[in-house]
């Protein structure tokens, strides 16, 4: 008796997934779309699920491809990534995320071995830590600026290597329809 909602649903799934990269409207006052999920669109000054990834990978590339880490040669040195610090204002940022990727992407270099933090043989330290700072303007404007930062110690202690990367989030002057 009511099969008109499943073909609706149906015509309006197949609709969404052949249009997924394209942001679509729905009707003439609505404020629905869909996004790519790669896009790196904010509404907000707050970090996305992109953001993450893109910002853990950069700095960590950035010290994979430092002068003293490829000074190592074929050696891979034992390393432990210790827990990634929260030094922002919000309490919402998806740590466990950033810490994961930062790991990801250490451990498809081939160029550590990656030990638990309770091990009693390791040749590094890198203890890591994102930041923010946040501006207001008028009219809402806001700007947020990201850092993250990776710090490499000795078992001794001695610094050996800092490696950052910023992300800034601008959030426009607010208007009325």
């Not at 649903?9 to 779309?33: D, E, H, R, Y």
């Not at 999920?37 to 950069?58: G, I, K, P, V």
């Not at 806001?142 to 850092?147: R, S």
Request: proline share 3%.
């Amino acid at each position: 008796m009511y099969k008109k909602p499943a073909l609706v649903f149906a015509a309006v799934t197949t609709l969404l997934a052949g249009c997924q990269s394209n942001p679509i409207a729905f009707g003439p006052q609505s404020k629905v779309a869909v996004v790519d999920s790669a896009s790196r669109a904010h509404l907000q000054t707050s970090l996305t699920m992109a953001d993450y990834t893109e910002l853990a990978e950069m700095v960590t590339k950035k010290m994979l491809s430092s002068r003293f880490v490829k000074s190592w040669g074929k050696r891979k040195p034992r390393l432990i990534l210790a827990k990634l610090r929260n030094n922002t204002d919000d309490e919402n940022i998806r740590m466990a995320d950033i810490f994961d990727r930062i790991t990801e992407t250490l451990l498809n270099s081939g160029r550590v071995r990656l030990v638990d933090p309770s091990a009693t043989r390791f040749d590094y330290v890198v203890r890591s830590e994102l930041s923010s700072t946040r501006q207001y303007g008028a009219d809402g404007q806001e700007l947020v600026e990201y850092k993250l930062e990776l710090k490499m110690f000795t078992i001794d202690g001695e610094m050996k290597g800092q490696w950052s990367g910023t992300l800034s989030l601008a959030k426009g002057k607010k208007s009325f329809f």
